[in-house]
Nanobody, 124 residues
């Protein structure tokens, strides 16, 4: 049973930075393709970024690369999302997700395992 637990969400002022973490248990992180999604006011779960099991391949939602960085520490079984220059539009619940696959996907339905989410609020 794969379990994902996010942490790091909080209230931050616009222009600030946050680092989210997702701790994975039940399976080696290196076996999993990992991603971050977010769900804001639109209520749709939107793709943010993904990273391959080795960490060598990453992908980002258009417009986020440069402000957001996805990374993983397989030795610690932990996924990270570093967010900089935060904007009020980044306010959302951020979810980490995992799939046992070798191919990246930006579709929520392709991910089997999900965390409970962590709230990020960016104040103007």
């Amino acid at each position: 049973q794969v379990q994902l637990v996010e942490s790091g969400g909080e209230v931050v002022q616009a222009g600030g930075s946050l680092r989210l973490a997702c701790t994975v248990s039940g399976r080696p992180l290196s076996d999993l393709y990992m991603a971050w999604f977010r769900q804001g006011a639109s209520k749709e779960r939107d793709f943010v970024a993904a990273i391959s099991g080795s960490g060598q391949t990453t992908g980002y939602k258009n417009g986020l690369k440069g402000r957001f960085t996805i990374a993983r520490d397989n030795a610690k079984n932990t996924l990270y999302l570093l967010m900089t220059s935060l904007e009020p539009e980044d306010t959302a619940v951020y979810y980490c997700a995992a799939r046992a696959a070798l191919v990246m996907s930006n579709k929520p339905n392709d991910y089997r395992y999900w965390g409970q989410g962590t709230q990020v609020t960016v104040s103007s």
